[in-house]
């Protein structure tokens, strides 16, 4: 395949207009597997920028698209296969959002071919999906593999703050008045924070358990990487951590509440600086993941190379 692939970068394959090529016989450059250099190479190696310009191509996709190689492979069935690695790399947030965007270019490479291509088989009697399957069965394996571990993770830390915060209401912090019998923090400012904070762990590590939980039941089918499971996880990651800032939270306005006499001021706004410290760990350690997950998830929603294409993109 290397007699086809040339030291140029995707605009140097282009003039000014999208439609007419700079090097118009590189566009019908065949390889020893009788596939289109430019195109059958940016479908197999996921070059997103090569492939969306090549299909603007008008005339010229037509006939590309419809092609077959020697072995019976349609484009589809080209996108059917699993990825190098060096493009798989490329989702450094876990094998479960490089299944996403392997599920994304197969399912943009399926707008491009004609329906019957669809279920064709090539010479090894295998559909495009067929192929698509066999190809990513390890990917899969390895993707449903990192999302259990990730969320088993995840509900043992969000059970033991659910359980703290369940705790923490049956042991108030409270003084009585010797005249009344009234608590003596029930007007104090930091005795409304702790309540307060106490309610929103109860509430937001609920939430988190319940989709940390309903990671580790899916099905883990193909089409449940594309949205599905990524959704989940990163509105388990959210949920998680106005957890723990309410946790510190409420553990500092406990102290503010038992210990704010004027001699010992120094210590609640020690403990309260301390609990700073977990809160942007968590932040940081996660913040790569969160990105990711994000990303990926609003970038399913909108991926269309088709339509859009990247050329405005590459031009500007």
């Known amino acids: 395949m290397a007699e086809c692939l040339y030291p140029l970068t995707p605009l140097e394959f282009f003039e000014d207009k999208p439609s007419t090529l700079t090097f118009p016989e590189l566009t019908w450059k065949v390889n020893s597997k009788n596939r289109y250099c430019i195109f059958h190479v940016a479908v197999i190696n996921r070059q997103e920028k090569v492939f969306s310009l090549i299909y603007q191509t008008r005339a010229t996709k037509d006939f590309i698209t419809y092609y077959i190689d020697d072995e019976g492979n349609n484009n589809l069935h080209l996108a059917g ?7 798989l790399n490329t989702v450094s947030a876990g094998p479960t959002l490089q299944m996403q965007r392997e599920l994304l270019w197969f399912k943009e490479v399926k707008k491009i071919v004609r329906p019957s291509y669809v279920h064709m088989k090539n010479n090894e009697g295998k559909t495009p999906r067929e192929l698509f399957t066999v190809e990513h069965e390890n990917l899969r394996r390895a993707g449903e593999k990192w999302m ?8 043992v830390v969000v059970t033991l ?3 703290i915060a369940f705790a923490a209401v049956f042991t108030v912090p409270e003084r009585n008045k010797e005249e009344t019998g009234t608590p003596i923090f029930l007007t104090d400012g930091w005795f409304t924070i702790f309540v307060i904070s106490d309610a929103v762990i109860m509430f937001s590590s609920t939430a988190s ?21 990524p959704a989940k996880l990163m509105v388990g990651l959210i949920t998680l951590f106005p957890s723990i800032v309410c946790m510190l939270l409420t553990f500092s306005a406990t102290f503010f509440l038992v210990y704010k006499e004027e001699k010992q001021e120094i210590l ?12 942007t760990l968590y932040a940081v350690l996660n913040c790569r993941l969160w990105i990711a997950l994000i990303d990926s998830t609003c970038w399913a929603l909108c991926f269309d190379l088709v339509s859009t294409g990247f050329l405005m993109e590459i031009k500007t």
């Open 81 to 87: 296969k699993l990825s190098p690695p060096s493009r």
């Open 148 to 155: 259990k571990d990730t969320a088993t993770s995840c509900m």
């Open 161 to 163: 703050i659910a359980t």
């Open 209 to 229: 358990i319940m989709m940390f939980l309903s990671i580790l039941i899916s099905r883990y089918g193909e089409d449940d990487f594309l949205f599905s499971l």
């Open 268 to 279: 609640p706004k020690l403990v309260a600086a301390l609990a700073v410290l977990p809160v």
